[in-house]
Structure formats: structure tokens, C-alpha cells
Nanobody, 124 residues
Framework: QLQLVESGGGLVQPGGSLRLSCTTS????????VGWFRQAPGKGREAVAC????????YYQPLTKGRFTISRDNAKNTAYLEMTSLEPEDTANYSC?????????????????WGQGTQVTVSL
């Protein structure tokens, strides 16, 4: 069974930083594109950042570009989302997803494999 497991969420003050991790179970990450998505209470899911399997080109949602960095370590079957200068508006449940196709980040619902998510809360 293909699974993704996220970790690294938590409570952080505005201006703080967190690093989320997304590790595979049952498959190797190297041939999969990876995306991070988030959903805040009462809002729809939105793409945060995506990275293809072999192309270093990354995509960032405009509100997070410059503050968030997506990366991957295929040897560890793990993808990361480094988040800095966090704002209360970043509070959401963050999920990672993977797909062997080159699915546009804006079409996150097409990603095949999803994790359960990790909660990020930015508050004083």
C-alpha cells in the first residue's frame, strides 16, 4: 500500500519557522512529483508548493513564495516544506501528495497518493 506520512507541524508564533517532512511508505519517491497542499477551517484546499520528480523547477503559491521552500531528498524518500516568516493566515492542515505523472500544482486533486496531514497553527 502506497502511503505518505507527514510530520513537523505544531504551534508557532507569528514570524516563526517550521519544517514539515513527508516520507513515503511502500514506494520510492524518486519517480514521483510531490506537492504540499493546505486547508484552513471553512476554506477549500489550496496548493502551497510543488516539485517535479526530476526537474528542479518548483512552483509556489504567490502568498508563500519567498517564505516557503519545497525540497526533496530521494535517498531518504522524503520531501520537505521549509516555512519561515509564518503568519496567522498560514494556519491550516498541511498535506503532502505524490504522483508519477507531471500533474500541475493547480490540479492537486489529481494527485494519486496523499498523506493524512499535519496541523500548523500560527498564533501568539
Amino acid at each position: 500500500q502506497l502511503q505518505l506520512v507527514e510530520s513537523g507541524g505544531g504551534l508557532v508564533q507569528p514570524g516563526g519557522s517550521l519544517r514539515l517532512s513527508c516520507t513515503t511508505s511502500g514506494f520510492t519517491l524518486d519517480q514521483y512529483a510531490v506537492g504540499w497542499f493546505r486547508q484552513a477551517p471553512g476554506k477549500g484546499r489550496e496548493a502551497v508548493a510543488c516539485i517535479p520528480s526530476r526537474d528542479p523547477t518548483t512552483y509556489y503559491q504567490p502568498l508563500t513564495k519567498g517564505r516557503f521552500t519545497i525540497s526533496r531528498d530521494n535517498a531518504k524518500n522524503t520531501a520537505y516544506l521549509e516555512m519561515t516568516s509564518l503568519e496567522p493566515e498560514d494556519t491550516a492542515n498541511y498535506s503532502c501528495a505524490a504522483d508519477r505523472r507531471l500533474v500541475p500544482c493547480s490540479e492537486g486533486s489529481r494527485y494519486d497518493v496523499w498523506g493524512q496531514g499535519t496541523q500548523v497553527t500560527v498564533s501568539l
